[in-house]
């Protein structure tokens, strides 16, 4: 069961959360926000996965809580009960990547058997990857762009698409990567493709700023530089060296994407999980459902894993990816309903959707101070969690909630 399903369910859970735990909130005007990336000049950017009405866009958020859209008419639309629509950005300074979700590719079916959309698609470039670059960088607009339908249309068919705002300033955009729709299933006909999570992970060494740039700068300076200046040599160099790393919760895999050319791989297939449950609850296996990546400073990849009905407590886990070798092992146990997992200062936080979901309970989010650690909640009462970032120079953890439209932010553990 994919995430925006879980979304849907979990209405009956609002009142019950919101009274168990207040947070002070940095926003409350997103459009069912995912994940969420942090930018050069400390502002949140969002991917917001709109109403179903190809209204889902991607916001900058600033510390006091206002909200700037910078891209809107992306699409959206209503699977499964809940919008979808944009589901993750990657900040590269001057160039966001732009993750689109699983849209309605699937029609209405009765389980386990799924059908494609007899309609068809409302919008071609679901389940992609599309290139924002911004003119000036998205820390100082302040007036977005709206997307039209024949926009929509030219970036399908490969297109690179300008638009203008009447502040003089632009954005560029490209189909980066254009991901399949659906996949054969032996048990349901069919899967449909719905990526999740995005990330980014890539550097200069210091024999290219010998060979392009100053030899007198650092490689943290070239690289500031580099996303500053996409099209310079520097920058150029940069994007070479940079891959998109991703998860599909539809299809339970790991892939990645080089940010120069769009081709992409599948890193690794995340296998059925046992259901303790069964023969009681559910069938004798469950999906492993990924559902956040992110890059640890050891070159592998963190991947935390929600799984699927019945949603059973501690089964949940988060993963570790070798992106090389696509060998997986478990990272951290004992978890239920995982939506996001992050690094940071030796810590890792994990969202959890919800600590008993069939009971109607509300999410939180954990600290563990090492894989083998006991957790500390961090906070709970979280009403469908499923982005967190941390933001070292606010001295704040900020998490998404999808279904009240809600930034909040939380004091950073010390």
Same mark, same amino acid.
């Given at each position: 069961?994919?995430?925006?399903?879980?979304?849907?369910?979990?209405?009956?859970?609002?009142?019950?959360?919101?009274?168990?735990?207040?947070?002070?909130?940095?926003?409350?005007?997103?459009?069912?926000?995912?994940?969420?990336?942090?930018?050069?000049?400390?502002?949140?950017?969002?991917?917001?996965?709109?109403?179903?009405?190809?209204?889902?866009?991607?916001?900058?958020?600033?510390?006091?809580?206002?909200?700037?859209?910078?891209?809107?008419?992306?699409?959206?639309?209503?699977?499964?009960?809940?919008?979808?629509?944009?589901?993750?950005?990657?900040?590269?300074?001057?160039?966001?990547?732009?993750?689109?979700?699983?849209?309605?590719?699937?029609?209405?079916?009765?389980?386990?058997?799924?059908?494609?959309?007899?309609?068809?698609?409302?919008?071609?470039?679901?389940?992609?990857?599309?290139?924002?670059?911004?003119?000036?960088?998205?820390?100082?607009?302040?007036?977005?762009?709206?997307?039209?339908?024949?926009?929509?249309?030219?970036?399908?068919?490969?297109?690179?698409?300008?638009?203008?705002?009447?502040?003089?300033?632009?954005?560029?955009?490209?189909?980066?990567?254009?991901?399949?729709?659906?996949?054969? $299933? #032996?048990? @349901?006909?069919?899967? &449909?493709?719905?990526?999740?999570? +995005? *990330?980014?992970?890539?550097?200069? /060494?210091?024999? !290219?700023?010998?060979?392009?740039?100053?030899?007198?700068?650092?490689?943290?300076?070239?690289?500031?530089?580099?996303?500053?200046?996409?099209?310079?040599?520097?920058?150029?160099?940069?994007?070479?060296?940079?891959?998109?790393?991703?998860?599909?919760?539809?299809?339970?895999?790991?892939?990645?994407?080089?940010?120069?050319?769009?081709?992409?791989?599948?890193?690794?297939?995340?296998?059925?999980?046992?259901?303790?449950?069964?023969?009681?609850?559910?069938?004798?296996?469950?999906?492993?459902?990924?559902?956040?990546?992110?890059?640890?400073?050891?070159?592998?990849?963190?991947?935390?894993?929600?799984?699927?009905?019945?949603?059973?407590?501690?089964?949940?886990?988060?993963?570790?990816? $070798? #992106?090389? @070798?696509?060998?997986? &092992?478990?990272?951290?146990?004992? +978890? *239920?309903?995982?939506?996001?997992? /992050?690094?940071? !200062?030796?810590?890792?936080?994990?969202?959890?959707?919800?600590?008993?979901?069939?009971?109607?309970?509300?999410?939180?989010?954990?600290?563990?101070?090492?894989?083998?650690?006991?957790?500390?909640?961090?906070?709970?009462?979280?009403?469908?969690?499923?982005?967190?970032?941390?933001?070292?120079?606010?001295?704040?953890?900020?998490?998404?909630?999808?279904?009240?439209?809600?930034?909040?932010?939380?004091?950073?553990?010390?």
């Amino acid at each position: 069961m994919k995430p925006k399903v879980l979304l849907s369910l979990i209405l009956a859970t609002v009142a019950t959360a919101a009274s168990l735990q207040a947070h002070d909130v940095l926003t409350g005007a997103t459009l069912s926000p995912y994940k969420l990336s942090l930018t050069p000049g400390g502002n949140v950017v969002v991917a917001e996965g709109g109403t179903g009405h190809d209204d889902g866009r991607v916001s900058l958020v600033s510390r006091w809580g206002a909200r700037h859209t910078l891209l809107a008419g992306l699409p959206s639309s209503i699977a499964e009960s809940f919008p979808t629509g944009p589901t993750a950005v990657a900040d590269a300074h001057r160039t966001l990547y732009i993750l689109i979700g699983e849209g309605d590719v699937r029609g209405v079916s009765a389980p386990p058997v799924q059908v494609p959309n007899p309609d068809g698609l409302s919008s071609p470039i679901f389940s992609s990857i599309l290139r924002a670059r911004f003119d000036p960088v998205p820390d100082g607009i302040r007036t977005g762009f709206t997307l039209a339908a024949e926009h929509i249309r030219a970036l399908a068919d490969g297109r690179t698409v300008t638009l203008d705002n009447s502040a003089g300033e632009s954005v560029e955009l490209e189909l980066l990567t254009d991901f399949r729709d659906l996949d054969p $299933d #032996p048990v @349901t006909s069919l899967r &449909s493709a719905n990526p999740f999570s +995005l *990330t980014l992970v890539g550097s200069l /060494t210091a024999d !290219d700023l010998i060979e392009l740039g100053d030899p007198s700068m650092s490689v943290e300076q070239g690289n500031f530089a580099a996303r500053l200046h996409p099209d310079s040599p520097l920058g150029r160099r940069l994007e070479e060296r940079t891959r998109l790393y991703g998860v599909d919760s539809g299809l339970n895999t790991v892939i990645e994407v080089a940010a120069a050319t769009g081709r992409w791989r599948v890193v690794a297939r995340l296998a059925p999980i046992p259901n303790p449950l069964f023969p009681g609850l559910g069938g004798p296996v469950v999906d492993a459902v990924p559902t956040a990546v992110c890059a640890t400073g050891s070159g592998t990849l963190l991947v935390s894993l929600l799984t699927g009905f019945p949603f059973a407590s501690g089964l949940a886990r988060v993963a570790e990816v $070798d #992106p090389a @070798t696509g060998e997986i &092992s478990e990272y951290l146990g004992g +978890l *239920t309903t995982a939506t996001d997992v /992050t690094v940071a !200062d030796e810590a890792i936080y994990v969202l959890e959707l919800s600590t008993d979901f069939l009971g109607q309970a509300p999410g939180r989010l954990l600290r563990f101070d090492d894989p083998g650690a006991a957790p500390v909640v961090v906070a709970g009462g979280l009403i469908g969690p499923t982005g967190v970032l941390v933001h070292p120079r606010w001295g704040q953890l900020v998490v998404s909630e999808s279904f009240t439209g809600r930034l909040l932010r939380l004091p950073l553990p010390r």
